[in-house]
Structures are given as C-alpha cells and as structure tokens.
C-alpha cells in the first residue's frame, strides 16, 4: 500500500539511540517486519517485556515512524488506482498488517481510499505476527471468504511466509526486499509497484469471469 519502510528504518535507528541498542539496523528490520509491536521490542530487548511497557515503548516507535514520514508519505505507485479498479471489479480488498491502529489510521488518512478496504485487522487486536498466519486468516475470517480464494499482495519476507502458512496464494510487492527474498511456491508474481503489465495482467486474471478472490495487502 505505501512506500514506508525507508522511513521505518528511520525511526528504527533514531528509537535504538534513544533506547540505548547496538543491534544493527539490518538485523533491526529482519528481526522486526511483519511482526506485531510488542514481539518487537521483545525480540530488541532480548525479555519478555512486560505488556504495559511494551505498548508504550511501541508508541514511542511508532510516533518516530509518523513524524518522520509523514511529509515524504507515497504510495507504493499506482495502489490506489489499483484498489479502486478490483472493487469496481467486484474484488473484497481487505488489509491485514503488524501495524497498530494508530498507524493503519494514519495510512489510511494520507491514502484518502474511496471506498475503504472492507476488512482491517492489525498488529494491536492481540493476534500473533507474521509469519504466524493469525492477521491474515482473520482478514478472510471478516471477509466471509476461503483463506485458499485470498491473494495476499505483501512486501516483506514475514508476510510471504505468513501467506504461505494461511494456505494463501501471494503477489510479492519488491518495494523494498528483491523477488528473491520474496519467493515461494504459493508466490504468483512479482511486481515493483501496481503500474506496469504485471500488475494489470494479474488484474484482468483475478477479475475474470468464473474466479472468486479476496485481495489483503500488507
């Protein structure tokens, strides 16, 4: 949905500094993408953090992510034209992320979508993180549709994984990580943004007559 993670590392780096992490900021994202806030900071602070603690050391964070990004926010190109033309198509698009609502609200806000995914499950609704397939069989769950008529359009390794564990098939979103880091068998494409020929042909293909699918984008 929108070109954010430079600016995750961003506020990544600028939360380590603060908080006192030598942990590197690659092995930050790797450890961190997809999963909910408080897997998180437990995987950063090596402990259980206590729940409270762990809610408001993901709003620090995450307020860090906000400020950050939103003067620079993007869209993956071409998202929003191509969430408009799969429900005109009759697509169900849900959302399913690690994000809090806090984010999803502020994603939301700056996308301006018409109309709204039908279904929104985030990362502080008590559901485990990806990869554990929890977020995305409860996208489907709200959307009265078989996890196996899902296609999960997802940027991030965990994502992939989770799609592959809720029996999903997946679009890899190479906004960030190669098609490599992406790849699976349950993986139909990869695509750099929703503009180029892959992206319309994996439209036609999923809004022709005869199929039924759900989008859930991450």
């Given at each position: 949905m929108i070109d954010s993670m430079g600016h995750h590392r961003l506020s990544w780096i600028a939360f380590a500094e603060h908080h006192g992490l030598t942990m590197s900021i690659d092995e930050m994202m790797r450890r961190t993408t997809g999963r909910n806030g408080a897997e998180c900071m437990n995987e950063l602070f090596g402990r259980a953090v206590p729940h409270d603690e762990a809610w408001a050391l993901v709003r620090h964070k995450e307020h860090l992510y906000r400020e950050a990004f939103a003067p620079a926010f993007r869209e993956v190109a071409g998202f929003r034209d191509f969430a408009s033309q799969a429900h005109a198509a009759g697509l169900a698009l849900g959302v399913g992320t690690a994000g809090d609502g806090q984010n999803i609200a502020f994603a939301l806000g700056h996308l301006a979508m018409q109309p709204l995914p039908r279904a929104i499950v985030g990362g502080d609704e008590g559901l485990a993180g990806k990869p554990d397939p929890a977020i995305f069989l409860e996208v489907a769950r709200r959307l009265g549709i078989a996890p196996e008529h899902c296609v999960v359009f997802e940027d991030a390794p965990f994502g992939i994984e989770a799609a592959r564990r809720a029996?999903?098939?997946?679009?890899?979103?190479?906004?960030?990580?190669?098609?490599?880091?992406?790849?699976?068998?349950?993986?139909?494409?990869a695509i750099d943004d929703y503009c180029g020929p892959i992206a319309r042909r994996l439209l036609q293909q999923l809004t022709a007559p005869g199929t039924d699918h759900a989008t859930d984008v991450s």
């Open positions: 029996g999903m098939a997946a679009v890899a979103v190479c906004s960030s990580h190669s098609a490599s880091d992406l790849a699976g068998p349950h993986v139909l494409a």
